[in-house]
T-cell receptor
Framework: AQSVTQPDIHITVSEGASLELRCNYSYGATPYLFWYVQSPGQGLQLLLKYFSGDTLVQGIKGFEAEFKRSQSSFNLRKPSVHWSDAAEYFC????????????FGKGTHLIIQP | SAVISQKPSRDICQRGTSLTIQCQVDSQVTMMFWYRQQPGQSLTLIAT?????????ESGFVIDKFPISRPNLTFSTLTVSNMSPEDSSIYLC????????????FGPGTRLTVL
């Protein structure tokens, strides 16, 4: 069975500092990997996705993520965070590129300090 | 992309009653899914809503508790039956479109509180 682990429940970062959110997955085949963001009272928005090709993927809002097969990881990064980045971030894995249901991690709550 | 609406956006219900949540998409989609997000928790897949046939449920979810309909390619409903306080959650609809380059789009969710 597939699974996703986000080891950090909460992360606090100062505005302007860099950010890395960790995600480890367990999946038997080549995974489709996603990062979603959920702002308070908002729905889920896709930040980026990986399913093949270049292991460094660029997303919206200045985010990027790197797929490392050897470490079963898909960590999310941003070089300089803004106060508006405060939100809940979910890593997800699926097969069929979204054509099947996704398995989500428990999420990382990002707090931005002024 | 896909524009997804859910009704109601929120509701407060009494124990033992049922609530039907609607999910409407602005265009035809290949797949529709229902997820549950319990307070402070992640999203858990309830079922895949199949057009014209019975939904496919994940382990731990049963049709009697969460009956699902999908009469066409743009609409689905999820009913939460015989509710208890443990059913208090956000219920989200998501869709997949073949031409959407491996992306699943989510609706805004329905926040359900059961007293």
């Amino acid at each position: 069975a597939q699974s996703v682990t986000q080891p950090d429940i909460h992360i606090t970062v100062s505005e302007g500092a860099s950010l890395e959110l960790r995600c480890n997955y367990s999946y038997g085949a080549t995974p489709y990997l996603f990062w979603y963001v959920q702002s308070p009272g908002q729905g889920l928005q896709l930040l980026l996705k990986y399913f093949s090709g270049d292991t460094l993927v660029q997303g919206i809002k200045g985010f990027e993520a790197e797929f490392k097969r050897s470490q079963s990881s898909f960590n999310l990064r941003k070089p300089s965070v803004h106060w508006s980045d405060a939100a809940e971030y979910f890593c997800a894995v699926g097969s069929g590129g979204g054509a099947d249901g996704l398995t989500f991690g428990k999420g990382t709550h990002l707090i931005i300090q002024p | 992309s896909a524009v997804i609406s859910q009704k109601p956006s929120r509701d407060i219900c009494q124990r033992g009653t049922s609530l039907t949540i609607q999910c409407q998409v602005d265009s035809q989609v290949t797949m529709m899914f229902w997820y549950r997000q319990q307070p402070g928790q992640s999203l858990t897949l309830i079922a895949t809503a199949n057009q014209g046939s019975e939904a496919t449920y994940e382990s731990g979810f049963v049709i009697d508790k969460f009956p699902i309909s999908r009469p066409n390619l743009t609409f689905s409903t999820l009913t939460v039956s015989n509710m208890s306080p443990e059913d208090s959650s956000i219920y989200l609809c998501s869709v997949y479109k073949k031409l959407a380059r491996n992306e699943q789009f989510f609706g805004p969710g329905t926040r359900l509180t059961v007293l």
